[in-house]
Nanobody
Framework: QLQLIESGGGLVQAGDSLRLECAAS????????MGWFRQAPGKEREFVAS????????AYAEFVEGRFTSSRDNAKNAVYLQMNSLKPEDTAVYYC?????????????????WGQGTQVTVSS
């Protein structure tokens, strides 16, 4: 079992930055990968980024365009999403997800464990 708690969301202006954190507890040593997803009102949940616990291999959605960076601190059982040059279209609830085995990191159905989400609102 895993418990995930996101933090760091908020209301910012276009061009600003935010750093999201996802703190994991429980069977953290067995985590293979942690992902970031987002869901805007009326839209499906979409992949943002992922990072493996061992090795720190990352993957990003195309819309990130180099603006977001995912990192990890295994000692703290935490992953981070640094978001720079935020745009109004980045407004969404951002979710952290994790699992012990994932084949396709971009698909939300691959992840069993989810946080409650944190709201990110970017004003123009």
């Amino acid at each position: 079992q895993l418990q995930l708690i996101e933090s760091g969301g908020g209301l910012v202006q276009a061009g600003d930055s935010l750093r999201l954190e996802c703190a994991a507890s429980g069977q953290t040593a067995n985590i293979f990968i942690m992902g970031w997803f987002r869901q805007a009102p009326g839209k499906e949940r979409e992949f943002v980024a992922s990072i493996t616990r061992s090795g720190g291999s990352t993957a990003y959605a195309e819309f990130v365009e180099g603006r977001f960076t995912s990192s990890r601190d295994n000692a703290k059982n935490a992953v981070y999403l640094q978001m720079n040059s935020l745009k109004p279209e980045d407004t969404a609830v951002y979710y952290c997800a994790a699992d012990f085995s994932v084949r396709r990191s971009q698909f939300p159905n691959e992840y069993k464990y989810w946080g409650q989400g944190t709201q990110v609102t970017v004003s123009s």
